[in-house]
């Protein structure tokens, strides 16, 4: 089974500053690699799939990157409304695995 | 409005059994592969099971046997027997629609319903 290792375990950010989750495979996933955000007491969100593609309705300030075993979610200017836990997710074996979450913390 | 709204969780002891629920609204159900995922208090995601369109059922080892997933799309719901629980199986259950594409991601979920298994 894959395992999903994503880093920091937290990062805290200043709003409007730029932010940077890394997410890596034990294995390749190819491009089939999902970005969710969450947060307390609310439904998880999807934002990136396929690696790079945002979700319908998510802003373009979120941005995701990467293919193989080494990926990226880019937050561009962090608003108030982006404070979360944001987790990453392999499709491309079976079974699809998370990664533990980072946590995005205003500093 | 689109949208998937769990229940059924709450306290159970250790060998015990519950049916969680999951309704879904505005949206063509059956058209969907739905899924369980769970997540235990202070850890990541956990995918629980899977249902196709065609009825076909999936597992992870750690609950195969012990959980079973179901659909009634004339109900537009999807339902999670679960039974032998263990103290292992605590966690919020969240319902999750796959993509429309069958690719195992998970593009609409519902708030979750918390499982509490304890004596």
């Known amino acids: 089974e894959i395992v999903m290792t994503q880093s920091p375990a937290t990062l805290s950010v200043s709003p409007g500053e730029r932010a940077t989750l890394s997410c890596r495979a034990s294995q390749s996933v190819s491009s089939n690699l999902a970005w969710y955000q969450q947060k307390p007491g609310q439904a998880p969100r999807l934002l990136i799939y396929?690696?790079?593609t945002r979700a319908t309705g998510i802003p373009a300030r979120f941005s995701g990157s990467g293919s193989g075993t080494e990926f990226t979610l880019t937050i561009s200017s962090l608003q108030s409304e982006d404070f979360a836990v944001y987790s990453c997710q392999q499709y491309n074996n079976w079974p699809p695995a998370f990664g533990q979450g980072t946590k995005v913390e205003i500093k | 409005e689109v949208q998937l709204v769990e229940s059924g969780g709450g306290l159970v002891q250790p060998g015990g059994s519950l049916r969680l629920s999951c309704a879904a609204s505005g949206f063509t159900f059956s058209s969907y592969d739905m899924h369980w995922v769970r997540q235990a208090t202070g850890k990541g995601l956990e995918w629980v099971s899977a249902i196709g369109t065609a009825g076909d059922t999936y597992y992870p080892g750690s609950v195969k046997g012990r959980f079973t997933i179901s659909r009634e799309n004339a109900k537009n719901s999807l339902y999670l027997e679960m039974n032998s629980l263990r103290a292992g199986d605590t966690a919020v259950y969240y319902c999750?629609?796959?993509?429309?594409?069958?690719?195992?991601?998970?593009?609409?979920w519902g708030r979750g319903t918390l499982v509490t298994v304890s004596s």
């Open positions: 396929g690696a790079s």
């Open positions: 999750a629609r796959g993509d429309s594409s069958s690719y195992w991601y998970f593009d609409l």
